[in-house]
């Protein structure tokens, strides 16, 4: 979820959901000892619970980082090497340290050495051509020895060559009775499934065999899926309105909003007036009560030619 999970996002999802623990994109080591701080790691003290997710192979990097992240508070610290893109291939992390446990462990460790908070690992059940389940828990049995309690699993394999990032969240097959066969290994764990799960049907019937269940893009595009019970969609956006008072562009936090509507009959409409580069160049926070307005209003939307000026639907009773 690179570019995809920052603060903005986090923020609006915390309205969504209240129970549901949040994680950041994917962060590396170099970013935070070479680059903005502050840009990577700041956010809302109304976004917790919230994980840091952090990309890196070498321990004292991975100490360091985690120490800072502890000190901007935090509640968990989650390795990421479950990510199969050559860009982050190149910088020796991702996906392909599941070949590699002992370094994972070796990361874990100092990690632990170096904070309070809990800690986790976010990985795949097997990379390229290795298909064993023997391989997963030989992985997930070394890791845990270092102290991790934790592990979330995509149940595909990262193939490392020939597949896009894209291709690697379809292609592969999912194998979920490998989760399943983890938990039943490592009770002791905690086992969470990610990959390919976008109902509350699948979730509930997953949560009969692990301990929880991520969600990625499911939840990114279809936010409502993660409601808690009782809240409206309107309690939401006025929510956003106060919350991008304070934003410096608009186009930072409607970009992560345009799924709320999904399902729900004027969703295009919502979604074409927040992503109308003209109403955004403005600025205006207001757009967002402007666009609650029109699609909760009754009756149905009537365009003009109007609109490829600037200008808002007009609705008929």
Known sequence: MMDWTDRHCRFFLRQVSSRARLYTEMITTGALLHGDVERHLAFSKEEHPVAVQLGGSDPEELKTCSKIAEQYGYDEINLNIGCPSERVQKGAFGACLMAEPELVAACVAAIKDAVSIPVSVKHRTGVNEVQEYSFL???????????????????RNAVLKGLSPKENREIPPLKYDYVYRLKDDFPQLEIVINGGISTWAEITSHLARVDGVMLGRAAYHHPWLLADAGKSRSEVVKTMFEYAKGVPSLRHVTRHMLGLYHGHKKARLWRRILS??????????????????????????????????????????
């Open 137 to 155: 828990k030989n992985f997930v049995a070394i890791v845990a020895q270092a102290g991790c309690e934790s592990f979330i699993v995509h149940a």
């Open 276 to 317: 109308d580069s003209e109403r955004l160049r403005h600025n205006r926070p207001e757009l967002l009560l402007e666009a609650l307005e029109l699609v909760e209003s009754p009756g149905y939307t009537a365009f003009t030619p109007a609109q490829k000026m600037g200008t808002y639907p007009i609705l008929d009773s």
